[in-house]
């Protein structure tokens, strides 16, 4: 039987990609994208979307039982930068969403979840370097705090409840399709917008600050690939580290002008260097790549490529 799988945040940053690369792959009816807003023209006319409030839980279970959902991807969350303004909120979505989708696992009416985390984990006392999947986790963002604590419940839900809950910490996601919101990693997306319009970026981080990178293809296939493999395989239940590439702002600078020979750089770090500072520069993610095969495919050079290419053809049409 095909699965048929409910996206929740579907008109974000991850969701519409995954959600157009499910539809490709299960068939347009069997993926039914939902968020609190339909904030994204194209993704909700590709096919069964519905207006969901992550922390209603009687809402999301009218819509699995109405389409006969048995996945769930919960990809509906605030991000570090929002989060340090709105705590509460933060703290509100990115927890009773979680548990309204693991309870609804723990009562039988979905069988898989999908649930996020993030690099934001952990904290100034991880190590920063090749941060180990086991290690210091002190996380200093009320997101971090959201990811972590969450980790501890997923892992909980498949202990005492058996709930098939898988899940891996994100690097920073790179991607020309859909904007993200509000993440500290967002300038690795912003600069390309900027190379392009003005020729020159005006970066929030310092030139020397390495974070752990990932092109958005990259990002959708470990989604998926996790999705697909066997129970046994998926031996770790809180989350999954995985990792691409790293890089710091002046390195991607230098790349991108590479294409674009005028392209300039200055920096004014303002909040968010401190987030930045508490993240691993890169990271160590051999258990996914023994456990289920995980194996990234873009490196900078690739992913500016790519960026470039998609963002210009974009201005242009
Ligand atoms: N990209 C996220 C952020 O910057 C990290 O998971 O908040």
Redesign the pocket.
Known sequence: MVSRVLIIGACGQIGSELTNTLRIQLGVDNVIASDIRESNEALVASGPFEIIDAKDFEDIKKNVLKYNVDTIYLMAAM???TGEKYPEKAWDLNMSSLFNVLNLAKENTVKKVFWPS???VFGPSTPKINTPQQTVMEPTTV?GITKQVGERWCEYYFNNYGVDVRSIR????ISWKTL?G?????YAIDIFHKAISDGHYDCFLTKSTALPMMFMEDAVKATLDIMKANTNDVKIRSSYNLSAISFTPQELADEIAKQIPEFTISYTPDFRQKIADSWPNSIDDSSARQDWNWNHSYDLEAITNEMLLQLKEKAIS
């Not at 994100?170 to 996601?173: K, T, W």
Request: glycine share 18%.
């Open positions: 991000l570090s930068a993030s690099i934001a997101y994100y690097p920073g996601i993200p509000g993440g500290t990693t967002d």
